[in-house]
């Protein structure tokens, strides 16, 4: 009897082992399921810098770049900097849905990140600015931004002769360093080192299987199923092509103003109006509010709008919960940046100007 009960009972023990082991391969296949699939769709964010095309990379050239980018003299008033609406420690981005810009004048649109903006297919929600120098050029001669020109830039830069050294040593081999397009360069050249690899989706694409959670798993496939990444694909999680915003059903007038028609305004094609740029998602969690009109706050409610405006996907709470873990999966290490020493103005340097 007792051999019987025990032989009953290590064929039981046996099968239970066997019933995991299946269980376990079948875990591990859908595991590496989603991670194929993923990988097709999605790359991890390298941990080197990129090359950029005509703008070799150079440590002076980065040094230069950082300055220019915290120094608020080359705005009119003397107030505004690059990092006023591209806050490096808020995830590239200011905190409210549109950026103040000269004499408190809004912007039209919500700041884009400068993060991993080198990744984007173009800069601007609407594309106009095809890399980041020409992005550079743009805001610090918009009246309602830095309301600068040229000229001005060029006349304080020139007034200061640490500056001069800084282009000189930066690019060298110009018989004039110190020129706007140099200093468009030399942004781009900062900018292009504002990656933030390592996030815990990048670990996973790159083969760990343990770097995201069961629920951030559980969001990339939702993410994947319902169509979210037929928009938010690459290495950007998006930013890589255009769409219209509302292909389903048209978004709230507070989320899609009706005088902003968006890509229209730069190609003229009535097929473009109210197209954007898809929103790259890497370190999205850090940089509400959401939108290019930036009128939603949460991430939760941003995941839900765009199920039902884009895919015509109604998500439950458990569904939009799940995705948004996934999407705080894409937070990346952000550089270490710390603020630079500016150059000292001296008497040639242009005054603030705040009354035009």
Known sequence: ?????????????????????????????????????????????????????????????????????????LSASEVISCNTCHNLGTGGVDAGPLSVGHRWQLGSRRAPTVYNAVFNVAQFWDGRAADLKTQAAGPIQSSKEMNSTPAHVLNTLSSMND??????????????????????????????????????????????????????????????????????????????????????????????????????????????????????????????PYFHSGQVWSLKQAVGVMGEIQLGVKLNDTEKDDIVAFLNSLTGQLPKIDYPILPARTEKTPKPSVDK
């Open 1 to 73: 009897m007792r051999k019987s009960v025990a032989r009953e009972l290590y064929t039981a023990g046996k099968l239970c082992v066997a019933a995991a082991g299946i269980l376990a391969t079948s875990t591990a296949s859908a595991n590496d399921d989603l991670m194929n699939a993923a990988r097709r769709i999605f790359k991890p964010i390298p941990s080197v810098v990129p090359e950029m095309k005509d703008n070799p990379i150079t440590h002076e050239k980065v040094t230069l770049g950082k300055s220019l980018f915290f120094d608020p003299r």
């Open 163 to 288: 500056y001069v050294v800084m282009f000189n040593k930066a690019f060298p081999n110009d018989a004039a360093p110190l020129t706007f397009e140099n200093f468009a360069k030399a942004i781009e050249a900062f900018e292009t080192t504002l990656i933030t690899p390592a996030a815990a989706f990048d670990r996973y694409l790159e083969g760990d299987a343990h770097a995201l959670s069961d629920q951030q798993k559980a969001g990339l496939k939702l993410f994947i199923e319902k169509g979210c990444s037929s928009c938010h694909n690459g290495i950007n999680v998006g930013g890589q092509d255009y769409f219209p915003f509302g292909v389903m059903e048209r978004p709230a007038a507070s989320l899609l103003p009706r005088d902003d028609k968006g890509r229209f305004t730069v190609t003229g094609v009535p097929g473009d109006e109210y197209v954007f740029r898809s929103a790259p998602l890497r370190n999205v969690a850090l940089r509400s």
